[in-house]
Structure formats: C-alpha cells, structure tokens
C-alpha cells in the first residue's frame, strides 16, 4: 500500500498575510478551520479507500487455490500491515476494517495457508461421472505458511481482537502441530506468531496450556540438535511469556514458571524469572539487543545444566 499525499492538501494550511481588521482575520481563522476539517475528512476517506484496496487485493490471492498466488497474496498484505504501523490513525482505520467480514484476515488464513492436512482418500467417484471437474488445491508450502504467520502476528499485534477470531479457529492447536512438525523457518515465524495471540488472551492462553505448550517449547530448547537460532527463539519466547503473565495470578497459565523450573531446572528458571522483573528502556532496538542477550544466557546455563 503506497499512500501518496494528494494534491488538494498542499496549501490546506495556508492563511492570507494581510488580514484587513479583526473582523475579517476572525472569519478568515474561521474559514481556515472548515477547510482543514475538509482536508482531514477528505484525506482519511482517501486512507480509507487504499486501505481497504489493498486489503481486498492481498485477501484475493490469498484465497486462491495455487500457492504461488498465495504466497503473493500473503506477503501484498504482509507489506500493507507493516504500512499501517507507521500510523496510529491507519492503525484505527484498519481496526475498523476487521469488523467487517469480508475483509477480516485471521479467518482466511486458517482457511487456506494454515489449514491442517487433511486425509486425500478418495471416498467419491462422482466427480469422474459428472461434468463438473474435480477442485484440486496445491497444499500450503514452507514459505507460505511462514508468511502466513507473520501476517498473523501483525493483525493481533495491531488488531488484539483479533485473538478472539484465531481463538475460534483453534488456532493455539494448529501452531502447536507446526511448531513440533515443521521446519525451523516454519517453527521461528510460529513462536513469534504465538506470543501475539496469547498476550492478553485467556481462552488461548487455555489452550496453550491444554496442548502442553511449555513442555513442547522446552523440549525444542533442550534439543542441542536443534538449530541454534530456533533455541534462541525459544528462550525469548519463554522470556516475554514470563514477562507478561508476571504478577497476573488469575492468569490460565501462571504457573509457568514452576513449569519451567520442572523442564529446565532451577538455574535457567532463575534466570528467565529474574530477566523478567526488570523494565525494558523505551527504545525498541535495545529492547530487541535485551532480549537477545538474556535469552542467549539462559541458553548457556541449560547446556552447562
């Protein structure tokens, strides 16, 4: 979504030098007014326009039955939510988007990228009688359900409703079967889609917790076979999991740090404990260098362990 500033705006501004009396200056500020009420009104019509073009386009593909159209697809919405988060006004108008059925993302994605395989028996021979060809879907390939994933994440990170959509679509279960069937591209973008459905959602929260979500994210981290950056993945995982639920004894998963101290030991449990109840600095970069930083401790002290 390229948003360009429209040509009626410039000069929106703009007042006459040499108001003539108090009088005409009063109506001229007058006259300013309405006209920049005008231009704002105008102009997020016109956001509202591309945004929801833009949605409908990305949306299309991504309904489509090949995943190379998918994959186009996902990654054109992919690239419009990264254009809403520069914006808090977009950010409002694109919330206001997912109230409208069709053009809400969560449900299409776990109906065509990050739906489960299912059994491909042919328990029909009706198609071959009748006039009416087969429908033939190409299944989800790696690169498409990682998309899929990252636009998941950035629609409940902008969008936190919109865990109770992924919530219907069981989605806590089907990440659950990605993060413990996939590959590490697969498994990286699915913990990070995962921490942002969870964040203030109790039924997900439930279903993580019914799935046995810690044990599985602390197998993978134990497993020094496993690829060191998905180790590292896990760690923050546990450490922004533990951040958040910290304090909330009504959480459905506030027992998580005991259930770390059982999977990981006491050492490695300490230390996600202690990262947590420290404030993170503002600037985004450093919390990111942060977060690295501890989990790559935590890492150590499980394999001294």
Same mark, same amino acid.
């Given at each position: 979504?390229?948003?360009?500033?429209?040509?009626?705006s410039?000069?929106?501004?703009?007042?006459?030098?040499?108001?003539?009396? =108090?009088?005409?200056?009063? &109506?001229?500020? /007058?006259?300013?007014?309405? %006209?920049? $009420?005008?231009?704002?009104? !105008?102009?997020? +019509?016109?956001?509202?326009?591309?945004?929801?073009?833009?949605?409908?386009?990305?949306?299309?593909?991504?309904c489509?039955?090949?995943?190379?159209?998918?994959?186009?697809?996902?990654?054109?919405?992919?690239?419009?939510?990264?254009?809403?988060?520069?914006?808090?006004?977009?950010?409002?108008?694109?919330?206001?988007?997912?109230?409208?059925?069709?053009?809400?993302?969560?449900?299409?994605?776990?109906?065509?990228?990050?739906?489960?395989?299912?059994?491909d028996?042919?328990?029909?021979?009706?198609?071959?009688?009748?006039?009416?060809?087969?429908?033939?879907? =190409?299944?989800?390939?790696? &690169?498409?359900? /990682?998309?899929?994933?990252? %636009?998941? $994440?950035?629609?409940?990170? !902008?969008?936190? +409703?919109?865990?109770?959509?992924?919530?219907?679509?069981?989605?806590?279960?089907?990440?659950?079967?990605?993060?413990?069937?996939?590959?590490?591209?697969?498994?990286?973008?699915?913990?990070?889609?995962?921490?942002?459905?969870?964040?203030d959602?109790?039924?997900?929260?439930?279903?993580?917790?019914?799935?046995?979500?810690?044990?599985?994210?602390?197998?993978?981290?134990?497993?020094?076979?496993?690829?060191?950056?998905?180790?590292?993945?896990?760690?923050?995982?546990?450490?922004?999991l533990v951040?958040?639920?910290?304090?909330?004894?009504?959480?459905?998963?506030?027992?998580?740090?005991? &259930?770390?101290?059982?999977?990981?030991?006491?050492?490695?449990?300490?230390?996600?404990?202690?990262?947590? +109840?420290?404030?993170?600095?503002?600037?985004?970069?450093?919390?990111?260098?942060?977060?690295?930083?501890?989990?790559?401790?935590?890492?150590?002290?499980?394999?001294?362990?």
């Amino acid at each position: 979504m390229y948003l360009k500033k429209p040509i009626w705006s410039d000069g929106a501004s703009a007042t006459p030098e040499n108001p003539s009396g =108090s009088e005409n200056g009063e &109506d001229t500020d /007058a006259a300013t007014m309405v %006209v920049e $009420e005008l231009v704002t009104s !105008l102009n997020t +019509q016109r956001l509202y326009r591309e945004l929801t073009l833009s949605l409908r386009t990305g949306l299309r593909d991504a309904c489509a039955e090949f995943s190379f159209l998918r994959i186009r697809g996902l990654r054109s919405l992919l690239k419009t939510l990264r254009s809403i988060a520069e914006s808090d006004s977009i950010i409002r108008l694109f919330s206001h988007t997912q109230t409208i059925s069709d053009l809400q993302l969560v449900p299409v994605l776990f109906r065509h990228s990050l739906k489960e395989a299912e059994d491909d028996r042919v328990t029909s021979l009706d198609h071959i009688f009748s006039v009416e060809p087969m429908k033939i879907t =190409s299944p989800s390939t790696d &690169d498409e359900v /990682a998309v899929a994933l990252r %636009v998941l $994440e950035g629609c409940c990170l !902008l969008h936190p +409703q919109s865990t109770v959509l992924a919530h219907k679509h069981g989605a806590v279960r089907v990440m659950m079967n990605i993060l413990s069937t996939r590959g590490v591209l697969e498994q990286g973008a699915c913990l990070d889609a995962l921490i942002s459905i969870l964040l203030d959602s109790s039924a997900n929260q439930v279903d993580f917790g019914a799935c046995n979500g810690i044990e599985e994210v602390a197998m993978l981290m134990r497993d020094k076979q496993a690829d060191e950056n998905l180790r590292l993945r896990c760690g923050e995982f546990l450490l922004l999991l533990v951040g958040h639920v910290n304090g909330k004894d009504r959480s459905p998963i506030a027992s998580v740090n005991e &259930d770390i101290r059982r999977l990981l030991g006491e050492k490695s449990a300490s230390l996600i404990w202690a990262a947590s +109840q420290f404030g993170s600095t503002g600037d985004p970069e450093q919390r990111i260098t942060a977060l690295h930083i501890q989990a790559g401790r935590v890492l150590e002290s499980l394999d001294l362990y």
